[in-house]
């Protein structure tokens, strides 16, 4: 609790002393880096900057590392004077946003979100977010509020107390404001704007995901895409000789079709005279596991690498799924504000299209 009595009478800022902190009301707008060195004393740039750099700086809840970050009338500037907070330094994963309640992170595709065997000893985003949490405290827990599939890039949330994992969890859909993917697709998405609403089965046995146009006892799923750029590239021999839209490879992609003998799964065939790729935006109205490539694979546009529901990477000039979670914006569940992160389009997306 702020002590009135401990207020400066300097106007642009009120300055209150703890054990190991210096907390600072921002009255007026201005950068960071400015407003530090005009109320800490005369502090120099590089000193600031080292703060930063340590991780010590807080404008409200969240630790901010940027210099020219923006301050505004009302937030609070909190500087530790402590040893500062752990960095995170893993080359398949970066936080973007971090406070006293949650972690909001930027994965890269190969890791999973969560282990899937108990036991199991494979690294993962929650076991690296929980080594970070424990170094700055031993008590310290993270709690999953969203998955990623593996191969999927981009952003996810995750609670640092399992109150408010269960919180998220149960008001997710109240909570997200908006949830924007970016895929690329094989072939000519049309039309290049809609909806597509269709009822999704996960069949247990093999972890794969059946779409219905009608309601047959599944969950219901609503994707809105919209179609940004297209393009069509010459067909290439792929390294054992095989060619998209040749006799073996259409048989191939027939058999693995058929294997799944349903008629809500369509047989998706590449066009002899070249490969089109579409790059498309999506905003989810619900999150149902694998919806997005379910969704694209039903449209005959299965994302470009997808190994289970596309033709992995017999089409693709990339070695990954060419899925990315862009944009996540929700509420923020304790300061009732509205947070947003953008995570950028992959580079090699836009590649395959020029």
């Known amino acids: 609790m702020f002590n009135p009595r401990h207020t400066c009478r300097d106007k642009s800022f009120l300055m209150i002393k703890r054990k190991q902190d210096t907390v600072l009301k921002v009255a007026e707008p201005a950068q960071l880096m400015d407003f530090l060195i005009a109320k800490m004393g005369g502090m120099a740039k590089s000193s600031v900057k080292q703060l930063l750099g340590q991780r010590r700086v807080k404008v409200g809840a969240a ?54 065997t108990p036991g199991s000893r494979e690294t993962t985003v929650m076991s690296i977010l929980r080594a970070y949490v424990k170094k700055q405290n031993a008590r310290a827990n993270i709690y999953v509020v969203h998955r990623l599939d593996r191969e999927t890039s981009g952003l996810l949330v995750f609670a640092r107390s399992e109150e408010l994992q269960h919180y998220m969890r149960t008001y997710w859909r109240e909570l997200v404001t908006d949830r924007t993917y970016i895929a690329l697709a094989e072939g000519v998405l049309e039309p290049r704007e809609g909806k597509i609403t269709t009822w999704l089965t996960e069949d247990k046995r093999n972890a794969v995901v059946y779409s219905s146009p009608v309601d047959d006892g599944g969950d219901i799923a609503i994707t809105n895409y919209k179609v940004l750029k297209t393009s069509t590239t010459p067909t290439q021999p792929s390294p054992q000789g095989r060619e998209p839209g040749s006799k073996h490879f259409s048989s191939l992609v027939r058999v693995k079709s058929s294997a799944r003998s349903d008629s809500r799964w369509p047989s998706v065939e590449l066009p002899a005279g070249g490969v089109s790729y579409s790059l498309v935006e999506l905003h989810l109205e619900t999150g149902r596991t694998n919806q997005i490539r379910v969704h694209l694979a039903s449209k005959g546009c299965p994302v470009v690498g997808d190994r289970k529901y596309g033709h992995g990477n017999e089409s693709s000039p990339i070695d990954r799924l060419c899925l990315h979670a862009k944009v996540l914006e929700f509420i923020h569940p304790v300061t009732e504000k509205k947070v947003r992160f953008e995570s950028p389009v992959p580079k090699e997306f836009n590649r395959v299209l020029l």
Do not use: C, M, W
Not at 96 to 108: A, C, F, P, T
């Open 63 to 116: 630790i901010q590392t940027r210099h020219d970050f923006a301050l505004k009338p009302g937030d609070t500037v909190t500087v530790s004077s402590g040893r500062g907070n752990a960095q995170l330094t893993h080359p398949k994963l970066k936080i973007v946003y971090e406070d006293d309640d949650l972690i909001v992170v930027n994965k890269q595709p190969g890791l999973l979100t969560v282990a899937t």
